[in-house]
Each structure stands twice: as structure tokens, then as C-alpha cells.
């Protein structure tokens, strides 16, 4: 079992740049994929950002060229770096493991098994 706890969020102007991190407490972290999920208000969650146990990554559309996620299997640690925010990047932000045995990226929520908190994400016009 894994143990996510993200933080890094907070309150920023458009342009500016946040890092995310999520630490990972439990075993054998790095056979675990990695996500990124974002919910905004009156929305529903939306995939982010993920990472493979291979170090291949894949983005929404939305965030390609401004984000990126990085993992430190050493540190047990995945981080989500986003320069350009915008306005819409405003969400609470989640991270996810998950333990399906691929090489590919997972994207959709079912396909992770385990969650972190959120930490809140917003960003002022």
C-alpha cells in the first residue's frame, strides 16, 4: 500500500510558475505509474500529467509545453512542474499511483489505485 501527500500549492498570478511535489511513503515505489489529476469547481477530474516506471511521460493537451512531471524513485517522490499558469490551471491538484504492470502512460482515474489529499492550485487573472 502507498501513501501519497502533495504539496507545493498556492495562490498565484497568471504567468507565474509552481512546483508540486508528492511524497510517497510504502514500498516499491518505483514500480509504480504515476499521475497527476486536477479537479476544478463544478467540474469533474481531469487527468494532468503522467508517468510510467520506464520515465515515459504524457499530458493533456491543456498543459503540453507548460507542465512537466519528473519522479525520483530514490526519494519516492513525483513532481509536477508548471510554468505559464493560467487562469484555468485553477484546481485542487491530486496525485495518484498506480500499480498495473505496463509500459505505457495511465490516464484515466480507474486505472490508479491510490490517491493523495489534493492541494489547492489557483491562479488570479
Known amino acids: 500500500q502507498v501513501q501519497l501527500v502533495e504539496s507545493g500549492g498556492g495562490l498565484v498570478r497568471a504567468g507565474d510558475s509552481l512546483r508540486l511535489s508528492c511524497a510517497a511513503s510504502?514500498?516499491?515505489?518505483?514500480?509504480?505509474?504515476m499521475g497527476w489529476f486536477r479537479q476544478a469547481p463544478g467540474k469533474g477530474r481531469e487527468f494532468v500529467a503522467g508517468i510510467s516506471t520506464g520515465e515515459s511521460t504524457y499530458y493533456t493537451d491543456a498543459v503540453k509545453g507548460r507542465f512537466t512531471i519528473s519522479r525520483d524513485n530514490a526519494k519516492n517522490t513525483v513532481a509536477l512542474q508548471m510554468n505559464n499558469l493560467k487562469p484555468e490551471d485553477t484546481a485542487v491538484y491530486s496525485c495518484?499511483?498506480?500499480?498495473?504492470?505496463?509500459?505505457?502512460?495511465?490516464?484515466?482515474?480507474?486505472?490508479?489505485?491510490?490517491w493523495g489529499q489534493g492541494t489547492q492550485v489557483t491562479v488570479s487573472s
Open positions: 510504502g514500498r516499491s515505489f518505483s514500480y509504480y505509474q
Open positions: 495518484a499511483a498506480g500499480q498495473i504492470y505496463t509500459s505505457v502512460v495511465l490516464t484515466t482515474a480507474r486505472q490508479y489505485n491510490y
